[in-house]
């Protein structure tokens, strides 16, 4: 009987396909993707995280576009703030007048990415400002929408081009800007605890950065010319110019630090001689998981300095030269604990406690600047600050322009624009969500003035140092105040959401704000609902 060659090589068709498996094994193991590189990139904060839609990574070889936004309609009601009589022979106060607004704004967000490279940004709140409310007398420019009915005003915020490549990125044109906590440079666009968006100052950049947004050390240069930031604006022929050398260290994923040092230098405008300054900013923060349970610490910081000269008329200081010499600082460290509820990870308790500070000027007779202005995006509270000292402040820039013919400050004006602004401050802050989309809020704010209170546009009508009540200039606290509050948001179609929240604010003037009687301001109280949509 003839043999088969398959009967002579027993086992080869089991071996050979074996051979065949583990061949393709290891061709499939060669072609393995490596490992994510370690990344540097900071993520996403669980205790106050960012209501945006979340934007697309960019891709190889590939072209993305995404228009989104948010609108949001707030309507809020307060008690008739009493601020000081405005003219030649006014004495005692007067009732602000506004009790009910509505506003509302539509910020819409453009986004092209080519490639991994290229990126064109592009963003406007257009329209935004008030709806209905009463209208606002004798208050010079306070920053906000509510001074007048005016429902369809706009404000390009972005629109720039990005290159990017491994050594580094460069960005041109229109841009806002933030920069740490948001005590100088603050964009509008940060999660707050409390209250809504501010006024943002827009700029026309030209920034280089090096490395990667996943770099450990990026060092970088910006060269800026104001567009508008409320009082000066580049229409108006101010010229103000901004050159910056900046550095940023992320040693891990949780953490980063930045160092800035700039030039500011504002140009002559007919019989204004101008004004230079240096800035130096510090800020950082970090997170870390809590050992052994579900949650994190976490810190932000920020500290600024600012020191020049001023070679124009100010509301702070007299003579033809003032020296600048300004400082800042905050503080925020808290804990967020952690929970995950269908896949999706929040924190459902979050305690936070912050501490600034921004020194005062208490003599506007001299030639030196000492006031310092925090932003008013960096948020603090929604009474002592974002309404009492706003229109406070406000109504006497209006009484100065009014005895020297409108001729305001261009720099150190009187208007704190809802900033933080001559004071010491706490604010601790709780947080609550029995579920991802339910956050009960409660906070507080206690705050102090660094200096002695003195109006200078009373100083320069009677001659007397007061408080912006006309009361004595050495009561030094300006009260505290009760925030509380609760948001819902309710998933649509993703990425959209509706968002609905009420809140709502008690504050308790301190002897800052007496009169001349010795009579305090008087309980405070605000209460908002707000509408909106996430798309």
Do not use: C
């Not at 110019?241 to 900046?246: D, T």
């Not at 600050?385 to 305001?408: C, I, Y």
Request: charged share 25%; proline share 6%.
């Amino acid at each position: 009987m003839k043999k088969r060659l398959s009967d002579s090589l027993p086992g080869v068709r089991p071996r050979l396909f074996l051979a065949v498996l583990l061949g393709t094994a290891v061709a499939r193991a060669a072609d393995a993707p490596p490992p994510p590189a370690v990344t540097t990139r900071i993520e996403e904060s669980v205790a106050l995280p960012s209501p945006k839609a979340r934007e697309p990574e960019p891709e190889v070889d590939a072209i993305k576009v995404r228009l989104n936004g948010e609108y949001e309609a707030r309507q809020s009601f307060l008690t008739a703030l009493p601020v000081a009589a405005i003219g030649p022979r006014a004495t005692g106060r007067e009732s602000l007048g506004q009790t009910s607004r509505l506003y509302h704004w539509l910020r819409l967000r453009g986004l092209v990415l080519v490639d991994t490279h290229w990126e064109v940004r592009a963003e406007a709140d257009a329209p935004h400002g008030m709806l209905y409310g009463q209208e606002l007398d004798n208050v010079a420019y306070s920053g906000s929408d509510f001074e007048r009915i005016q429902p369809f005003r706009m404000q390009p915020r972005v629109l720039k081009l990005t290159l990017r490549g491994q050594v580094g990125e460069v960005s041109l044109g229109h841009t806002t800007t933030q920069l740490g906590m948001g005590l100088i440079d603050a964009d509008g666009d940060q999660p707050r605890y409390f209250g809504g968006r501010e006024f943002a100052a827009s700029y026309e950049r030209l920034q280089l950065l090096s490395g990667t947004a996943d770099s450990t050390l990026r060092v970088g240069a910006a060269g800026d010319l104001l567009y508008d930031d409320g009082r000066l604006s580049l229409s108006h022929d101010d010229r103000l110019l901004r050159v910056g050398l900046s550095a940023r260290y992320a040693p891990s994923r949780g953490s980063h630090l930045n160092l800035l040092a700039r030039y500011e230098a504002l140009g002559k405008k007919s019989d204004r001689a101008g004004a230079q300054a240096f800035v130096l900013d510090l800020s950082g923060s970090f997170r870390r998981k809590i050992r052994g349970h579900s949650g994190e610490v976490f810190a932000d910081y920020e500290a600024a300095y600012r020191v020049g000269t001023v070679n124009e008329p100010t509301d702070f200081a007299t003579g033809g030269e003032q020296t600048l010499a300004a400082a800042a600082f905050a503080l925020r460290g808290g804990v967020a604990l952690e929970r995950e509820h269908d896949y999706r990870r929040y924190a459902h308790f979050v305690a936070s406690l912050e501490w600034g500070m921004a020194s005062g000027d208490a003599d506007p007779t001299d030639d030196e600047l000492h006031r310092f202005v925090m932003n008013p995006n960096h948020g603090v509270g929604l009474l002592l600050f974002s309404e009492v000292l706003r229109f406070k402040t406000a109504r006497a820039e209006a009484s100065l322009e009014s005895s020297r013919g409108n001729d305001g400050a261009r720099l150190e004006g009187l208007p704190t624009r809802g900033g933080v602004a001559g004071a010491s401050y706490l604010n601790p802050v709780l947080l609550y969500r029995p579920d991802p989309d339910l956050t009960l809020k409660l906070g507080a704010v206690v705050a102090t003035a660094t200096s002695g209170v003195v109006d200078p546009s009373k100083l320069a009508a009677t001659g007397a140092r007061s408080n912006f009540d006309g009361g004595s200039p050495f009561g030094r606290s300006l009260g505290s105040e009760l925030d509380f509050g609760a948001e819902l948001s309710v998933p649509l179609s993703p990425p959209s959401a509706l968002r609905l929240s009420v809140e709502g604010a008690v504050a308790f003037p301190g002897s800052a704000f007496d009169d001349a009687d010795g009579h305090g301001l008087g309980t405070q109280a605000m209460t908002t609902l707000g509408a909106g949509v996430t798309f």
